[in-house]
């Protein structure tokens, strides 16, 4: 297969970046403008599915400016979440809670562990590693919703709250559903 003569130099960029191949179909990568799963790769553009839909980004624009492959190295994709705590919250107690919670994730990684290390301010920052990006969102709302019942359960104070929680009676939220109506 022979190469046509490229006079137009923002041409020959667009060509030499598709034969280096710094992404393939399925990688996710991140631009100034998007971030999303590569769908499609042809001479003149890539295609990126993100949460908005379709973007074509022209291989002009991508060879000009710079972009992140987050799906390259392997097994390297992980969110940094942050949370706060009370000052009276011990932080060895706080970050095995961090730790143990992100592990549960069915999005975490199944062979790296998270790490969570104190950051000032009663700020912790977890890193949860995810097998893709597509699982940021979920792995995201899934760890913040597990650790407030953690915390309570532990009696730690997340986002330094002291609201004196507990779960309710369960006799007498037993007794509640009793009286509900059955439609």
């Not at 990126?48 to 390297?76: C, H, M, W, Y």
């Not at 999005?107 to 940021?136: E, F, M, S, W």
Request: aromatic share 8%.
């Amino acid at each position: 297969v022979g190469l046509d003569p490229i006079t137009d130099p923002e041409r020959l960029l667009e060509q030499l970046m598709l034969f280096e191949q710094p992404f393939r179909i399925g990688d996710w990568i991140e631009t100034d403008k998007a971030t999303g799963r590569v769908v499609e790769v042809n001479w003149r553009a890539v295609h990126l599915k993100t949460s908005k839909g379709i973007e074509v980004t022209p291989n002009s624009v991508l060879a000009g400016a710079a972009f992140t492959n987050l799906s390259r190295p392997p097994d390297q994709h992980a969110i940094r979440i942050e949370n706060v705590f009370a000052v009276e919250d011990r932080p060895d107690r706080v970050c095995a809670m961090l730790n143990r919670i992100a592990a549960q994730l069915p999005q975490c990684h199944p062979d790296l562990a998270p790490t969570t290390v104190p950051i000032g301010n009663y700020k912790y920052r977890t890193k949860i590693p995810l097998l893709t990006p597509a699982d940021d969102g979920d792995a995201e709302a899934a760890f913040r919703r597990w650790i407030w019942y953690a915390a309570r359960r532990e009696g730690l104070h997340l986002d330094e709250a002291d609201d004196g929680f507990t779960d309710p009676d369960p006799v007498s939220y037993t007794h509640l559903r009793a009286h509900e109506t059955v439609l």
